[in-house]
């Protein structure tokens, strides 16, 4: 998935997902020292700092679609990270699963019965729970 991040006429243009010490020199370099967990992803006129998603599969347009301003960078950027290192066979289960019942935001908890038990908060880390929540 690509992110770009605009602050004032800075562009920073990321692959997600990356290292959190990448994202953070990336935004850095445009002059943004805000954590990417209080990023949130959006890009109204108003905002101070402007994200733009863009899938590159289809999975990826589906979960860009499900991503709301109160979604940050880092939380999208951990929610990928997450999926790559998913094994091949529980990557296809979760695509099924999500087609058949796609959630209402990114925020929401996945379907449960992928064989995982993480959950995903704002800040980027992972916790023990009954499943995959992103």
């Known amino acids: 998935m690509k992110?770009?991040?605009?602050?004032?006429?800075?562009?920073?243009?990321l692959e997600l997902s990356t290292s959190?010490?990448?994202l953070a020199g990336s935004l850095s370099r445009?002059?943004?020292?805000?954590?990417?967990y209080i990023i949130p992803c959006s890009d109204e006129e108003e905002d101070y700092i402007k994200v733009k998603l863009f899938g590159e599969s289809d999975f990826e347009n589906e979960?860009?679609?499900?991503?709301?301003?109160?979604d940050s960078v880092g939380s999208v950027n951990t929610a990928l990270d997450l999926y790559r290192g998913l094994p091949r066979t529980q990557k296809e289960k979760l695509n099924v699963e999500l087609s058949?019942?796609?959630?209402?935001?990114?925020?929401?908890?996945?379907?449960?019965?992928?064989?995982?038990?993480?959950e995903?908060?704002?800040?980027?880390?992972?916790?023990?729970?009954?499943?995959?929540?992103?």
């Open 3 to 13: 992110a770009i991040i605009t602050r004032n006429d800075q562009t920073a243009i």
């Open 30 to 36: 445009i002059g943004v020292r805000t954590p990417a």
């Open 120 to 134: 995903v908060c704002d800040r980027g880390l992972l916790f023990s729970s009954d499943g995959l929540g992103l």
């Open 63 to 70: 979960l860009t679609a499900l991503v709301t301003p109160k």
């Open 20 to 22: 959190r010490m990448k």
């Open 100 to 118: 058949q019942n796609p959630p209402d935001s990114l925020s929401l908890s996945l379907p449960q019965g992928h064989g995982l038990s993480a």
